[in-house]
């Protein structure tokens, strides 16, 4: 349940695997004709017997022993259509192609015994979403945009976005050990002629302050009342707390899961909720209320292995009120009165005031990591700030401090926020005395993006690969495919 200072925000960016079924792992010649359910596998001497226009799904590659269908194939086209993905050279080589690299990641990435938590993959998917709700401004908007609910979304993504993780953890490890020293940046830039030294985009430093509305107390004793509600249903025996969860628990990452979050350690939980969930002893017995930054918890024990615990939960949020939004945007008109008046500092009041625990130990100076080099930083681009946030920063001035407006945080909640302008560079071509670290970092993704692609390059030598003739003329970004 603890959540981490990363956006991910480079999710929409990429090609998405699609499930591939099981019975498609017979052969490169399996085909299924539409509307026939006794419909068998064709051997591939009798593959022209079957009109390619009837033909609903087949194996186009083979990869090791992992099949890509065709499927498989038109769903990568249409989810890079949807983010505006382009792809380099013929889509119906390269989607292929890509699907093909994502299969080596994710294989040596099962060698190496990587794995993704369900509530990693839970937050991750929650902070994805909330990000595109940010980019273009509400729920019903992104719900018309992508032609699915939120709950859709999540179940959708799960898998994807597990894989996707998986291999962005293989990538981070094999490129782990690639440096580059000063005299690599200036090797690199020394011959570069001037149109081709990277502009820098325009800059920002931000400073924030939030304040979480104060829920009503009778909405809290609503949420507390049902969830004992559901632990004295289960404790009767008239249903099952898996049950409860998959249709009331509004975690989304776990509700499909009957609200089981897996073998997870204590410091991938918050704290409150770790310590409840490691005391529990007794899997026929349900915890106690839990209140968390994220609502109101009812947790079940289902096994503990080492020092890593495996619990069911159930998560109901309260609502929140306008009028309650109205009274945290009073407070904070009010402090940001106090603070032009000169009663004390903004970032003393972000210290001290604010309620946002990403920013409040750093004076509000609000951070990310950057899609890139995964580095945190506090200076943003202004198309990786919340766009709340970043609509009040376009017409703010340097030492500016902004009217409070409504916002939503990255763990999904609505706060109320007032902001600060600490900094601001508008773009420029980079300089080393001035964008050292920028330029560093052109020079170090170049490298390891060679390494990966050597990677690749060596990793297809070692694997069975196998694809429908049509593919063979293809121009392959790397080399080894056609064996």
Same mark, same amino acid.
């Given at each position: 349940?603890?959540?981490?200072?990363?956006?991910?925000?480079?999710?929409?960016?990429?090609?998405?695997?699609?499930?591939?079924?099981?019975?498609?792992?017979?052969?490169?010649?399996?085909?299924?004709?539409?509307?026939?359910?006794?419909?068998?596998?064709?051997?591939?001497?009798?593959?022209?017997?079957?009109?390619?226009?009837?033909?609903?799904?087949?194996?186009?590659?083979?990869?090791?022993?992992?099949?890509?269908?065709?499927?498989?194939?038109?769903?990568?086209?249409?989810?890079?259509?949807?983010?505006?993905?382009?792809?380099?050279?013929?889509?119906?080589?390269?989607?292929?192609?890509?699907?093909?690299?994502?299969?080596?990641?994710?294989?040596?990435?099962?060698?190496?015994?990587?794995?993704?938590?369900?509530?990693?993959?839970?937050?991750?998917?929650?902070?994805?979403?909330?990000?595109?709700?940010?980019?273009?401004?509400?729920?019903?908007?992104?719900?018309?945009?992508?032609?699915?609910?939120?709950?859709?979304?999540?179940?959708?993504?799960?898998?994807?976005?597990?894989?996707?993780?998986?291999?962005?953890?293989?990538?981070?490890?094999?490129?782990?050990?690639?440096?580059?020293?000063?005299?690599?940046?200036?090797?690199?830039?020394?011959?570069?002629?001037?149109?081709?030294?990277?502009?820098?985009?325009?800059?920002?430093?931000?400073?924030?302050?939030?304040?979480?509305?104060?829920?009503?107390?009778?909405?809290?004793?609503?949420?507390?009342?049902?969830?004992?509600?559901?632990?004295?249903?289960?404790?009767?025996?008239?249903?099952?707390?898996?049950?409860?969860?998959?249709?009331?628990?509004?975690?989304?990452?776990?509700?499909?899961?009957?609200?089981?979050?897996?073998?997870?350690?204590?410091?991938?939980?918050?704290?409150?909720?770790?310590?409840?969930?490691?005391?529990?002893?007794?899997?026929?017995?349900?915890?106690?209320?839990?209140?968390?930054?994220?609502?109101?918890?009812?947790?079940?024990?289902?096994?503990?292995?080492?020092?890593?615990?495996?619990?069911?939960?159930?998560?109901?949020?309260?609502?929140?009120?306008?009028?309650?939004?109205?009274?945290?945007? $009073? !407070?904070?008109?009010?402090?940001?009165?106090? %603070? =032009?008046?000169?009663?004390?500092?903004? /970032?003393?009041? *972000? +210290?001290?005031?604010?309620?946002?625990?990403?920013?409040?130990?750093?004076?509000?100076?609000?951070?990310?990591?950057?899609?890139?080099?995964?580095?945190?930083?506090?200076?943003?681009?202004?198309?990786?700030?919340?766009?709340?946030?970043?609509?009040?920063?376009?017409?703010?001035?340097?030492?500016?401090?902004?009217?409070?407006?409504?916002?939503?945080? $990255? !763990?999904?909640?609505?706060?109320?926020?007032? %902001? =600060?302008?600490?900094?601001?560079?508008? /773009?420029?071509? *980079? +300089?080393?005395?001035?964008?050292?670290?920028?330029?560093?970092?052109?020079?170090?993704?170049?490298?390891?993006?060679?390494?990966?692609?050597?990677?690749?390059?060596?990793?297809?030598?070692?694997?069975?690969?196998?694809?429908?003739?049509?593919?063979?003329?293809?121009?392959?970004?790397?080399?080894?495919?056609?064996?």
């Amino acid at each position: 349940m603890k959540t981490k200072t990363k956006i991910f925000c480079g999710l929409s960016a990429m090609i998405l695997t699609a499930a591939i079924s099981a019975n498609a792992k017979q052969g490169l010649a399996t085909k299924v004709a539409p509307n026939d359910s006794t419909a068998t596998k064709t051997p591939a001497k009798t593959e022209a017997a079957v009109p390619e226009s009837s033909v609903v799904d087949e194996v186009i590659w083979v990869v090791g022993d992992e099949p890509i269908l065709k499927s498989d194939v038109e769903a990568a086209r249409l989810q890079a259509e949807n983010d505006g993905h382009k792809f380099k050279g013929n889509p119906d080589c390269a989607i292929p192609e890509q699907l093909a690299v994502q299969k080596l990641f994710l294989h040596q990435a099962a060698i190496d015994s990587l794995e993704v938590s369900e509530s990693e993959i839970s937050q991750g998917i929650e902070e994805q979403i909330n990000y595109w709700i940010q980019m273009v401004g509400s729920k019903e908007k992104l719900e018309e945009y992508r032609k699915q609910s939120i709950s859709e979304m999540r179940q959708s993504m799960h898998d994807d976005y597990k894989n996707n993780r998986l291999i962005a953890m293989m990538k981070e490890k094999l490129v782990s050990d690639v440096k580059v020293s000063p005299a690599d940046v200036r090797k690199y830039f020394k011959d570069l002629p001037a149109d081709s030294i990277p502009m820098i985009p325009t800059m920002v430093e931000v400073e924030i302050i939030t304040q979480n509305p104060k829920v009503k107390t009778e909405e809290v004793n609503r949420i507390k009342d049902q969830l004992r509600e559901y632990t004295d249903r289960v404790t009767k025996g008239e249903t099952t707390f898996a049950t409860l969860a998959r249709l009331y628990s509004e975690d989304p990452g776990s509700s499909r899961q009957g609200g089981e979050l897996g073998y997870t350690g204590r410091a991938a939980f918050d704290p409150t909720f770790a310590a409840v969930a490691f005391n529990l002893t007794d899997p026929n017995k349900i915890s106690k209320i839990v209140e968390t930054e994220f609502g109101y918890h009812i947790i079940q024990l289902i096994d503990k292995r080492g020092d890593k615990v495996n619990v069911r939960h159930i998560l109901l949020k309260p609502h929140i009120s306008q009028d309650d939004i109205d009274r945290s945007k $009073a !407070r904070l008109d009010s402090i940001a009165s106090d %603070i =032009k008046a000169g009663k004390f500092t903004f /970032e003393e009041g *972000a +210290t001290f005031i604010s309620e946002d625990k990403d920013t409040k130990n750093n004076h509000g100076l609000m951070a990310y990591t950057d899609r890139e080099t995964r580095s945190l930083t506090s200076k943003f681009r202004m198309g990786d700030l919340p766009t709340e946030v970043a609509r009040e920063v376009e017409g703010m001035k340097v030492g500016d401090i902004s009217k409070p407006f409504q916002m939503t945080n $990255a !763990r999904g909640k609505t706060v109320v926020a007032i %902001i =600060k302008l600490k900094n601001r560079v508008d /773009e420029h071509r *980079a +300089t080393i005395t001035e964008d050292f670290q920028e330029m560093k970092n052109v020079v170090l993704a170049k490298e390891r993006e060679k390494k990966l692609h050597n990677w690749v390059v060596n990793k297809i030598k070692q694997t069975y690969v196998r694809m429908d003739d049509r593919y063979k003329n293809c121009d392959f970004e790397y080399q080894g495919w056609i064996k």
